[in-house]
């Protein structure tokens, strides 16, 4: 059952730029993005506590920004400088207090 709506995936051209949005209902404590390529599997990207005390994995480091407005419950990746090795499936993960929410996906396709 899909409980977050994720949106702003497509394509775009290698050293393009992208933003997903996650919204996600209340009570929402760590939210992450992982991505899942053709034939990998799922991977974290980022993460970002409720504070707002954010990580990102190393391969995307200085390239990919989490962030989130609590008033709005809703997570954002800001992908910059894609390459194609970046095209997956994006998937919104949020941890409630005793569940955790996944959203449907979306699609991210650099070309080069």
């Known amino acids: 059952q899909v409980q977050l709506r994720e949106s702003g995936g497509g394509l775009v051209q290698a050293g393009g730029s992208l933003r997903l949005s996650c919204a996600a209902p209340?009570?929402?404590?760590?939210m992450y993005w992982y991505r899942q390529a053709p034939g990998k599997q799922r991977e974290m990207v980022a993460s970002i506590t409720s504070s707002g005390r954010a990580y990102v994995v190393d391969f995307v480091k200085g390239r990919f920004t989490i962030s989130r407005d609590n008033a709005k419950n809703t997570v954002y990746l800001q992908m910059n400088s894609l390459k194609p090795e970046d095209t997956a499936v994006y998937y919104c993960?949020?941890?409630?207090?005793?569940?955790?929410?996944w959203g449907q996906g979306t699609q991210v396709t650099v070309s080069s």
């Open positions: 993960r949020a941890d409630q207090a005793i569940s955790v929410l």
């Open positions: 209340g009570n929402i404590f760590s």
